[in-house]
């Protein structure tokens, strides 16, 4: 990622957290109804997963100058969302959700480079979590 790119998402993301638990419910709400199928691999009370969303959101924006300090929690998260009956595919679905759920609160803000640079930053972690899930289900298995 750039330096343009992560000032870019930290700014974005000072709007994202000013709202923080009406985001995480527009994303939810928005991933369920991408694939209803996933509905089940949450709890009834969404209200500690929308907490949750935001603060690992929180904890990759504000290291992505070095992912590298933050690559062993987000390898973990990938693991962690394997156990819960997490895809590969899936993350496509939740990028998706993510990036539809900015581009609603963020308005105009969310331009192509925005969305490139969110759609960059997500593809790093998300890679990183299914390979993490990957490794660990051939290990397992």
Known sequence: ???AQITLIRSQFGQVGRQ???FAARFYSKLF???PALRPLFPADLAAQRGKLVQALSHVVL???DLEAVIGDVRALGERHGDYGATA???DTVGLALLTTLADTLGPAFDDSAQA???LAYG???DAMIEAASRKAVTVG
Request: no cysteine.
């Open 117 to 119: 640079a969110w759609a």
């Open 89 to 91: 595919a899936h993350y």
């Open 33 to 35: 109804d991408l694939d």
């Open 1 to 3: 990622m750039t330096p």
């Open 63 to 65: 290291s992505l100058h």
């Open 20 to 22: 923080a638990d009406a």
């Open 124 to 126: 790093i972690l998300a």
